[in-house]
Each structure stands twice: as C-alpha cells, then as structure tokens.
C-alpha cells in the first residue's frame, strides 16, 4: 500500500477541507513578526555588565582578600570542590554508588594558591622589593608555618577595615601575608588580575574558567545575584535581571532546588540531574506508558478541540 | 525595565511578575485557542486521485 | 502503482531508483505539501507549531547578524542592542508556544496511530532548544550570563561533564550555540515535520478508525 492509499484509509468517512499550509506559514511569520519587532522596540533586552574582579577589589576589598586568603589557604569553594579541579576526599557528589563527578576525575585542574594569588604575584613582583621579599619569606616557609599565618589572618579579617583603600586587620603573627594581599588588591584594582587569570602565554584566550572560579569563590558576586533574586533558592534559574521575563521553561529544573531534601542536601546536584533525565524520559516515552497517555482521553480537552467533528458525528 | 523586578511569594513559591504574567498568558492563549471559533473552510468536492504536482 | 505485477525482465540493481520509489511510496509531493485536510483541523490549538517555527525563523535571522558582528557588538551598539532584543523576544515566542504545541499535542494524544516516534522527536526538539537556549544565555558576556556560568558549572561536573563540557569557557559554548546546536534542532524539527505529513494529522479520540496495529495505543 502506498502514502496515498494508506491516508485514503486512515481518513475514510472524514470531511476534507481546502486548507492552505504555505499561506498559514506566511501568515503566523507575519504575526509573529509584528510581535517580536514590536516587543523589542518597546521593551528592549537586558544588559548588565558583567563583574569584573577589578570592580569586585575596588567595590569590596575586604571580601576580595578574604576570598584571596582563602585561596592560599586551600579553604575556598574552589580549593576543596573535588573534580573536575582537584581531587578533595569526600567533595564530589554522589547517590550511592553513583558518582559521575568521580568518574570523571580532574579535568581541569587548578591550585587554588599557585593559580588565584601567587603566580599572579610573581609577575606583580618584578621591580617590587616589598613584594619580592614577600613571596621569598612565605615560599621559604614550612606548609604549617604557612597555614598558621593564614588561620590567623582569616580570622582577624572578620574585623577588618578599609583605610586609604587599604584592608586593615589588628596587629597579630600573619608573616608576609599581608604584604601579599597588598599586592594581590592592588593587582586587581588596576584591572592586571582579570587578564592574569585570563592568560595563558597565548594573546587569543576565551576561557574564563579562571577569573570566573575566583569571583565565585567571594560573596560580592553572589549578594549582587541575590539582589536580582537570581541564586539557586530564588528560583534563580527561572528568572532575569530587570523586569524582563526569564527562563520560564526551566520552572521544573528550578523547582526541585526549593524544597527539602534538596535545599540542604550536598548531592543536591546530581540529584535533581538525574531526576529531570528521569522525567524527561517520562516525558519522551508517554506513548507507551500507561496512566499518562490514558489521561487525555480521562481529561476530556479534545472534545473542545474536536467539538465540529463531534457534533457532526 | 532594568530596575529589578516585583516577587510574589506564597509558601516556596517565589516568581518575578513578568515570569507570572508569561506563564497567565499562555494558559490565557491556551484557552482562547480551546474556545475560539475557526474560520471555516470549503470542503473539497474532487477526489484526490491526481497524479503528483 | 503496485510493483506486484511482474516484470518482463530482472531490473539492475539501483540504489537511486529504490530510494525515489521509497520516497514515492512514504511521503509524495502531495504529502509533503498538501492542499487538504481532514476537517477536525478547523482548531486553534492547530497553529501552535507553526507559530512556533515562525519564532524560531526570527531566532535565526536576528541570531545570524548578531554572529555576523560578533559578540561583542550588541553591547556597544544602539542596533546591536535592538537585534540583541528581537532575539530574546523571538526565544519567547518560540519557546512559549512549543510548549502551547506541547500541551495541544498532549490532550490530543497526537501519538497515536504510529505516530509515537513523532512526539519522541517532539520531546527530544524541546531538550535540545533548552540546550540551545542555555548557551545563548551563557554566552551574553555580561552578569547574567557570568552567573549563570558560575551556577551551572555546579550541575554540569555532579554530572561528570564539567571539563568536556566547560561553560566557564565562553569560546565552547558561543561555538555549540551558533553553530552544533542550531543545526542540531533545525534538522530534528524537519525530521518532526516529515514524519507529521508521512502520517497525516491524527484522528480524533473515539473516532471509529480503520484497523491499524500499533503497539503504543489500546484499540479504542
């Protein structure tokens, strides 16, 4: 049996109508097009710029060597996610025995120290006395001695403040630390940090992976997002800065990020992840599962659309 | 449009209003689809047995 | 023309000629570009998709000229920034009604009738377009998309393809967004729309049909 008779069939007993598929296509594009023109030149898109960790030193200097200490110290986000940027016990996310952040291993690796502050500093460093003797006294250091220095200075910036643009912290035994993140915020406040980060050797570059790690590491930029409702339990995923319409199919993504367990849990992640593949198979294979494909025949929207057809019959 | 949005909360529910009147607006759009008379076309008379065009 | 009748000699061998007499066969001209329709059509719920393809015609055409000028150009420039917006405005259009299409096609339980495949490849057009999406908004090179980079890198290495698939580097997913993934759902909506007219619009529910095995559906 050929298309033409097999549709011969399937449409035995129903009325044809003439119907015009192309000039319906030209019609909806010309709609739409009103629609689109007419929304963009009333409404515009939005454009907030983007942070930079120049913006982020000069805007909050205190959370930006908080963060840098941090950093050095191997206590940031960053410094103990696990995979794909270090491999950190018990970091990466998992549901039993199924765990794809582990499988995956260290992709893209990163020392928190070496790639955030010091390797930037040495560069920093030449024709910098302060500076130079600065890196030499904490590389000469013992890991402890070093991370004696760091706990102390951490926990002394939870009183810090900001005189002459400088961060300032009671007198206590931090060695050459602070010397480093005089020289680390001043990096940043002239713009030279965001293209350290950036560089490789290479001129060309688009991989942000770096600076964009380093920032999400702070809470400059995360209160910003939390202004804009747009973090994790804000529905954040869902919605735009502005007043302009978000990412309204992502309702279900979001959803799960609300309610407990997931809002406290630490495989939150991989959870949800695997639910929405779950669901979305659902959604795929409805033809064949019993229940959901049998509902439109329970919730009688059809007998709408097909009213003509019935009320013919 | 760039001041940050109007939320409305209930329980964990947290929309932005133009997020809100999206979603209204479908189920609006959806329902007028439902209920809307179609413009009707002509039934075809000839039957359709002509070789391919 | 049935091919039962026998033929005075054996036919070579013909790769070309078997293809154009599948194609014949599955989907003629008359299919493919039909000037009829059953007469259940006469619904608003009808135009879904193809509103939604018109959406997806201006997601292209403002997509392509904001590529032409780069990514940098819709910042610093008053026209820039208006194509920028007839692209976020057409991404609505497309998106909200794919989903109107999504619901019609759901309480029409357009799968029926063989028709199983096609909604499949509906599922999977619509996976694909929030793939798509989410690159475009990743690669604004502004705050949104910088914390939505920050944010979603937290999804993609739970699920083990943080590092093949780095949204923290704006060059992949820029490239996956105006190249691998509007090709990818360009050809997944033609294989969709091929496989509406191979099979014709789905009778309504309860209609007496004339007996088709299909695996997905009861007899009704």
Known sequence: MNASERQAKYYAGVKMINFDLVKEMILALFVVSLVVIGLAAALSSPDDPAVTIQTWATKDPVDFVTTAASELAGTSETAEYGPPYN???????????????????????????????????????????????????????GTDQQQTWLTNYSTALSDATVVNAEVSVASGDYGPVPDLMTGLLGLARTGALDGLLLSNGNLYQTDFTLPLLFMGDGSYLSN??????????????MN???????????WLFSFWYQIPPFTTAANADLVVILLMIVLTALLMFVPFIPILRDIPRWIPVHRLIWRRYYQGK | MDTPATYLSWNFILI???????????????????????PGHAEVTEPEDRPDE | MSEASPKPQAEPSNWTRSIRRLLARNLPLKHLLPDRQPVYVGSWVYIF????????????????????FGPQWWHENGVGRFVNSLHLWSV?????????????????????????????????????????????????QNFDGEWIA?????????????????????????????VLLPMLVVTLIGVHLVLVRMHGVVRPIDSKQPAQPSAEERPS
Not at chain 1, 109 to 126: C, E, K, M, N, S
Not at chain 1, 224 to 237: C, S, V
Request: proline share 4%; charged share 5%.
């Open chain 1, 240 to 250: 735009e800065t502005g007043m302009y319409p978000g990412q309204t199919w992502l």
């Open chain 3, 92 to 140: 609505q259009v497309f998106f909200i009604f794919m989903v109107l299409h999504l619901w019609g096609q759901y309480f029409m339980a357009g799968w029926r009738d063989g028709r199983a495949p096609t909604w499949m490849v509906g599922v999977v057009i619509f996976a694909f377009s929030i793939v798509a999406a989410f690159t475009g908004f990743i690669s604004q």
């Open chain 1, 224 to 237: 910003l997002a939390d202004e804009q409702h747009l973090t994790g339990d804000q529905w954040g995923m």
């Open chain 2, 16 to 38: 932005s209003v133009p997020n809100l009147l999206m979603i209204a607006g479908m189920i609006v759009v959806f329902l007028v689809a439902l209920l809307a008379p179609f």
């Open chain 3, 150 to 178: 920050v944010n979603a890198k937290d999804a993609t290495n739970a699920a083990g393809i943080g590092s093949f698939f780095n949204v923290l580097n704006f060059g992949q997913m820029y490239g996956l967004h105006i």
């Open chain 1, 87 to 141: 491999n950190t016990a018990d970091a990466a996310q998992a549901v039993g025995p199924i765990s794809p952040q582990t499988w995956a291993g260290v992709g893209t690796p990163i020392d928190t120290a070496q790639d955030f502050v010091l390797r930037p500093l040495g560069f920093a460093a030449i024709g910098n006395p302060t500076l130079t003797s600065a890196l030499q006294a904490y590389g000469a250091a």
């Open chain 3, 49 to 68: 998709g193809v509103v939604a393809i018109a959406g997806l015609i201006w997601v292209i055409a403002s997509g392509v000229v904001l590529a032409f």
